[in-house]
């Protein structure tokens, strides 16, 4: 065989292995991202919750249209934008639902809900929102609702150090204001919104959660650790906190106590079928496999 022919075959080799380990990277990556709804706190919700936090939602931004008009037009119209989209969602919440007369009783059924659990998950579901909001006010390009990004704080000196050495990446996650308090406020509007959603959240826990049946069966420290963490996050909130400090609330104090004090199950389920999907993933790999034999 011609020398030429066997240097070929062997650059031809060197060029699958470079794929396969290509493949190999994504797919571990695929999975490390798979895995990390494992860590993320979803509760199973229910239909009432669901309408529940959609209603307490949708007050709070007609409440803040109405708060900024006239005298700031352009956050009125943001939350106006924000009423309409979620009016739209809490009237096809559900397929029963079809005309006035069924919303208006839909509506009387959920409000009279006196379900701990029920709001308990409310008050989850709200949180959620708090971190969304937040996240989008001060434009960090972290999801703080899920829980893995927890990890990040464990590499807050690499982190932090590595963006500076790089700032002219614009696709690179900005790290330091992860890490940092009084951070800019890029949308107003959204902070508006995660500041009106804490206090009902804590409105939520006031009237139904404090003194239900449920809450007084628990340890007392389960409930009054609660409303302190709950009084610190609006204290966050409101102070501009590190989006790590409100994330580490949230998740590892908050979360937990809603958790051990009402009952609140995670989504197993859920991560079952997620880990199912990275092993789809290792399918699509093999099927690169059968593409390189063929060659
Ligand atoms: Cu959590």
Do not use: C
Not at 95 to 114: C, E, H, P, Q, T
Not at 130 to 137: F, I, P
């Amino acid at each position: 065989m011609p020398s030429f022919i066997i240097e070929l075959k062997k650059v031809n080799r060197l060029k699958y292995i470079s794929m396969f380990t290509i493949a190999l990277f994504l797919f571990s990556f695929s999975m490390v991202y798979q895995l990390s709804y494992v860590f993320a706190h979803s509760f199973s919700t229910d239909d009432v919750s669901y309408f529940l936090g959609l209603d307490k939602r949708t007050k709070v931004e007609l409440e803040l249209a109405e708060k900024n008009y006239p005298s700031n037009i352009t956050l009125s119209m943001d939350h106006s934008d924000n009423a309409a989209r979620l009016v739209y969602d809490i009237y096809y919440a559900d397929d029963d639902v079809v005309d006035d007369n069924d919303f208006i009783k839909r509506y009387d059924k959920a409000l009279g809900s006196s379900n701990s659990t029920t709001h308990a998950l409310v008050v989850a579901d709200l949180l959620d929102e708090v971190l969304r909001n937040y996240a989008d006010a001060l434009v960090i390009d972290i999801d703080l609702t899920n829980m893995s990004n927890l990890v990040l704080l464990d590499n807050k000196e690499s982190l932090t150090t590595s963006y500076v050495t790089s700032e002219d990446d614009s696709s690179n996650v900005n790290y330091t204001k992860f890490f940092s308090k009084n951070n800019p406020i890029f949308n107003p509007a959204d902070y508006e919104t995660a500041k009106a959603l804490v206090i009902e959240v804590r409105d939520v826990f006031e009237n139904h959660l404090k003194s239900s049946s449920t809450a007084t069966n628990q340890p007392i420290d389960v409930i009054s650790t609660l409303e302190k963490d709950l009084e610190k996050l609006e204290d966050e909130i409101n102070n501009n906190g590190a989006p790590t400090e409100v994330m580490e609330l949230v998740h590892l104090q908050i979360h937990p106590s809603l958790q051990t004090g009402f009952g609140l199950q995670t989504k197993m389920a859920m991560d079952g079928q997620m880990d199912m999907d990275g092993q789809m993933d290792m399918d699509g790999q093999m099927d690169m496999d059968g593409q390189m034999d063929m060659e």
